[in-house]
């Protein structure tokens, strides 16, 4: 195995140059030969710019900074400090190991300190970190930590369920099975009633909806 130190990532991550579309299309290309098809038939012509089209949307999570998602905040909230729930919220990433779909959702609560944010920002935090190449602990790492050092609020949670088709499709074959992972800082780490609140408030476990 390859193992580079945290230093030797980042100064390679520095001189790293994105290939062209043009080299995205022959690696693709590439792949359809060697899947044992011939890349030239008319089904599989237009392929590999459809399949980098794909991955265009899959993977563009990387450009943004998910900092400024939470730029805008309000503060007149006539003094709201409970807790602040989306729940269910449809997520579709790709598992880093074998790029393929991780299905499934995410639960993300804040407890307010003086301001609120558009709820749909928080789903595009989501969103964001998703759409790169990911496993499971590390997304739901990523949004708890960008919401709390963004917002500063006095708490966050955040809870993600998700099917890994690597594990229903190929490999060890089990459908059926979620991942379950949670992320609480703050109060919701410190304080059992609060972690206890959301908890409730997530309400009993809804069966299904990882089918993608
Ligand atoms: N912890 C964690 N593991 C993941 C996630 N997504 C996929 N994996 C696992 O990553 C592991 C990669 O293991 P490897 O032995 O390197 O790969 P593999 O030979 O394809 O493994 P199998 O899937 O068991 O066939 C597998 O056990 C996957 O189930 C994730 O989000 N979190
Ligand atoms: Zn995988």
Redesign the pocket.
Known sequence: MNIQTPAAAKAADATRTKPTREEAEAAVRTLLMWAGDNPDREGLIDTPSRVVRSYSEFFCGYDEDPADMLARSFEETDGYDEMVVLRDIRLESH????MVP?IGRAHIAYLPEGRVVGISKLARVMELFSKRL????K?TAQIANTIQDVLKPKGVAVVIEAA?Q??TT???HKPGVA?ITSRMLGAFRDNSDTRREFMALLGAPRAGGFEG
């Open positions: 598992c880093e190991h074998h991780i990911q496993i499971q602990e997304l890994h690597c594990m190929r490999g060890v991942m």
